[in-house]
């Protein structure tokens, strides 16, 4: 059972962005799982300011699975972009099985 899922949000221009797992993370392989990690994943994007991408989706590509593998793009655009820093969504299961994730900023590399 997946305890703990990370990934840094990387901008793909004119599409959305792209969840990359974090070394050691993996998404939940139950479906009931990856549901709940996929809605904690969209409230945390939009608590965090992230907004819906416009740009259409071929629905049959973007399966919550392949978003949270970082396969697909998902339709979402980030806030204005915070110089020097890297964007992450940090999620953490509870002990009634919820997941709970933020999105934070770390330093970006080199910088």
């Known amino acids: 059972m ?7 949000l990387i901008e793909v221009p004119d599409e959305g962005i792209r969840l990359h797992p974090t070394e050691g993370t993996a998404p939940p392989e139950r479906p009931t799982e990856v549901n709940l990690l996929g809605m904690a994943v969209a409230l945390a994007l939009g608590a965090a300011g992230y907004e819906h991408h416009p740009a259409l989706r071929d629905p049959r590509l973007q399966t919550l699975e392949a978003l949270l593998a970082g396969e697909a793009v ?28 933020a ?4 330093p970006a590399e080199g910088a």
């Open 74 to 101: 998902m339709p979402w655009r980030p806030p204005a972009a915070q110089a020097g820093t890297a964007a992450y969504v940090e999620c953490e299961r509870s002990g009634s099985g919820v997941f709970t994730c």
């Open 2 to 8: 997946t305890e703990r899922y990370a990934a840094r």
């Open 103 to 106: 999105v934070r900023h770390r």
